[in-house]
C-alpha cells in the first residue's frame, strides 16, 4: 500500500468543500499559488495569494485549517511494482487491505516498515522494451524462420560488442543517452561484465567523481590498477580496481573485517544511505577486526575512506546486471536484425512522435527505407518487407482507429483496391468515414492508387456521393433472361486536379503522421546544417545543465504569453531538425528582438544554453538568426580538401577564378588541404588575398563545379602567424 498526501492546492480544495465554499471561488485560489510546491512558499512567492490571504478573513481560516493538514495522508494506493514474499499467509505478520481489482490484496505497512520486519519486497517492471524484444523475434521468425533464443545468447558477440564500441545505441535498453553514447565510445567494451558496469557507472555521482575516467583509462592500461590488499584482487578485478557495486563493499566487509552476512549488509545500507550517526561506529568495528585478521591499520583506515567515497555512488550490481541483460539482448537484435528490431520499437511507440522521428533518423543512418504507408500493403503496426524495407502502420496516423483498419485489412481479402474509385465504392461510409479517408490520403495511404493526393482530396467527397445514389438505384438493374441480374455501371474517372506543392504535401504528413515522411524542410540543409549546428537534437538527452549549445532547426509552433510582473512578452517554441524536436524558451528581451523571425517559418540558427530542470529538457534561447546571417557570422574558416590526383594547373585556374567571385568585407581564412597516396593530408594555408567570404551560394556552386573536391567550413578560427 502507498498513501497519498494532501498537497497544497488539493488540500485547500478538500477543506473548501467541507467548508461549502464555491468551487469556482477555490479554483480562482488555488490558481494565484502559480507553480508553489506547498502554502508557505506561495504565501512568500505569491504576492497575489498573499495579499488575498491577508486581506480575507474567510480565505484567510480556510488556508489556515488547510495548513494544518497539508502533508497529512489523503487516500491510498497501490505501489506500482511491490510483491511481498513472505514464508507464510501475510495476514500472520500484518493486516491487509482489499483492493479495488478482484482478488486484489493489498498490505496495511507501506514498504519501509515491511523491511523492517524482515519481509522481501519485489519491484516487478513491465518495460516496453521486453514487448519490443519478442515483437521483434516473432518478427525475425516470420520473414527468415530463424527461431531465436534470447535467453541463451553468446554474451561474447563480438558483434554485439562492435556496435557498442560505435556509440550505435539509439533503441538499445538503457544505453541511448547522448552521454552514454560517448561513455560507450571511450569505454569500447569487450565483454559483458563491462556493460554491468556501464550502467552502474553513468549516473550523476559516480560521472562527477572521477570514477567513469578511471575506469575507461584503466580499462585501456593507460593508468596503474593497483589493490589495497592482494585479497581485494578476486573482488575488484572486473572493475579495474573500483568500488563499483554494493555487492562489493559487502565482500570487501567480509574478506578484510570478517563481517557476517548481515553486518555486512548493515555497512553497506550505512554507506549508501549516508547514516552519519551510524558511521563512526561502523568504522571502528571494521578497522578492529581487520586488524585482528592482521591487515595493516593504516592502509585499512585508507580503505574504509575509499569504501566510504565509493560506497555513497555504489549501484546494486544485480539490478545493473538484468538491465545489463537486456541491453545486451536488445543490441543483439540491432546489430544482426535492424529492420525488425527497429520495426518493433517503433510499433510500441506508435503514440510518442518524438521517438518515432527518431527511430526514422536511424533507420536512414543504416540504409534502412521507412516505405509511407499504404492501403494495399500496411498493416495495423509497422511491418518489414521481403527487401527489409519498413512498411509505415495504418493506426499510427491519427484519426485512423483500429476498427477501421482491421475492416480495411478485411475487405482487403476480397482482393486489391484496384484504383481510388474502387476504393471508395467497396468500403463502407457508416465504417470508413470521411475524417479517416481524409487522414489516408493527407498521409500518402492512397497513393498507389494512380492518382494523386491533391486529386483525391478534391474529389473524394462528391466521389462518396455519386456513389451513394448508384447504390440506392442499383434495384432498378434488369435481369438477363436466365434470371441473373445485370449491373450496367458507367465507369467513373476521377477529374485532372491540380497536385499539391511539396510543402503543402509535408504539411499534410505532420498534420496527420506528426512529422514529416516523404521529406523534410531541412533536408536541402543538411550539409550545412552540420556545419553550422554543434549537435542535433536527440543527442542533446543527458546533456549537463547550462551547456552552451547551437542547433538549426524549424520552429512547428510558437505560443506567446505575458510576464505578469512586468508587461512583457515571452515564448515557448517547438523547434525541429530531422532527429527530433525540443522546447525552446525564448525570454522577453530575446523575444522582442527576434519574434519576427520567429514567425517567418523560415529555418533558424539558435544559440543558447540547456536546461534540464526536473528532468525537463529544454532550450534557453539567447540569440536566433537566420541561415543566411549565421552562416556569415559564424563561419570562421573553409577548407577545401583534394587528392593530389585530382590537382593540376587547369584545376587550380578554375579554382582561382570562383574564389575570387566570392570576396567581401568578412573575408575568412581559405586552406587547401591536399591527401597523398599514404593517406597523410598536407594543410596550405593560401595568402590573404585567395581568403573569401563564406556564403551558402559558394557552398552550392563549389559542389556543382568541383564534384571531386570538398568544402568544410569551421566555427573555429584558424591562427594565422605574423
Known sequence: ITFGAMKAKQVIKDVARAMNKPFQETNALTKLMGNAKTIQEALEKEDEFKKVYESNSEIRELIDFSR???????????????????????????????????????????????????LIKFDILGIKTLTAIKDAINRIYKRTGIKIDIENLDLSDSKVYEL?????????????????????RKLKPTFFEEIIAVNALYRPGPLGSGMVESFILRKHGKEAIEYDFPELKEILQDTYGIVVYQEQVMQIARKIGGFSRGEADSLRKIISKKEVSKLSKVKEE??????????????????????????EYGFNKSHSAAYALIAFQTA????????????????????????????????????????????????????????????????????????????????????????????????????????????????????????????????YESLIEILSAKKTKSKENMMNIFGDIQVFEEKI??????????????????????????????????????????????????????KNVSLVGIVLNMQEKNIKKNGRKMAILSLEDLTGNIEVVVYSEAYEKYKELIKSEEPVYIKGTVSNEDNRLKIIANVIMTIEEAWSKEIKAVKIITH??????????????????????????????????????????????????????????????FPNMELSFSKKEVIVNG
Open 164 to 184: 557498442l564500441g560505435k556509440g550505435d545505441t539509439t533503441g538499445v535498453f538503457q544505453l541511448e543517452s547522448g552521454g552514454m553514447k560517448e561513455l560507450l
Open 286 to 311: 571494521f578497522i578492529k577486526k581487520s586488524v585482528e585478521r592482521g591487515f595493516d591499520k593504516g592502509k585499512v583506515e585508507k580503505l574504509f575512506d575509499k569504501i566510504e567515497k565509493f560506497g
Open 332 to 459: 543483439y537484435l540491432k546489430a544482426y536484425y535492424p529492420a525488425e528490431f527497429i520495426a518493433s520499437l517503433m510499433t510500441v511507440e506508435m503514440d510518442s512522435t518524438d521517438r518515432i522521428v527518431i527511430y526514422i533518423n536511424e533507420c536512414r543512418n543504416h540504409g534502412i527505407e521507412v516505405l509511407p504507408p499504404d492501403i494495399n500493403e500496411s498493416d495495423e503496426s509497422f511491418t518489414v518487407t521481403e527487401k527489409g524495407e519498413i512498411r509505415f502502420g495504418l493506426t499510427a496516423i491519427k484519426n485512423v482507429g483500429k476498427a477501421a483498419v482491421q475492416y480495411i485489412i478485411q475487405e482487403r481479402k476480397n482482393g486489391r483496391f484496384k484504383d481510388f474509385v474502387d476504393f471508395i465504392k467497396r468500403i463502407s461510409t457508416k465504417k470508413i468515414n470521411k475524417s479517416v479517408i481524409e487522414s489516408l490520403i493527407k498521409s500518402g495511404a492512397m497513393d498507389s492508387l494512380g492518382g494523386h493526393r491533391g486529386q483525391y482530396l478534391e474529389q
Open 644 to 705: 593530389k590526383n585530382y590537382v593540376n594547373e587547369q584545376v587550380l585556374k578554375e579554382l582561382k577564378s570562383l574564389i575570387s567571385s566570392y570576396k567581401g568585407v568578412n573575408n575568412v581564412p581559405l586552406t587547401l588541404a591536399v591527401q597523398t597516396e599514404d593517406n597523410k593530408e598536407i594543410d596550405i594555408l593560401t595568402p590573404k588575398a585567395f581568403w573569401v567570404e563564406p556564403s551558402l551560394s559558394l557552398h552550392s556552386s563549389f559542389k556543382s563545379c
Open 493 to 546: 474517372e476521377l477529374a485532372d486536379s491540380s497536385r499539391l506543392s511539396k510543402s503543402q504535401i509535408l504539411s499534410f504528413e505532420k498534420e496527420v503522421l506528426g512529422f514529416y515522411l516523404s521529406g523534410h524542410p531541412l533536408i536541402e540543409y543538411e550539409d550545412v546544417i552540420k556545419n553550422l549546428s554543434d549537435i542535433t537534437i536527440s543527442r542533446l538527452h543527458g546533456f549537463e545543465n547550462n
Open 68 to 118: 494544518a493538514l497539508e502533508e497529512l495522508p489523503r487516500h491510498t494506493s497501490v505501489h506500482a511494482a511491490g510483491i511481498v514474499i513472505a514464508d507464510k499467509p501475510l495476514v500472520e505478520y500484518m493486516p491487509l487491505h482489499r483492493g479495488k481489482s478482484e482478488g486484489e490484496r493489498l498490505t496495511q505497512f507501506p514498504m519501509a516498515y515491511i523491511d523492517k520486519m524482515g
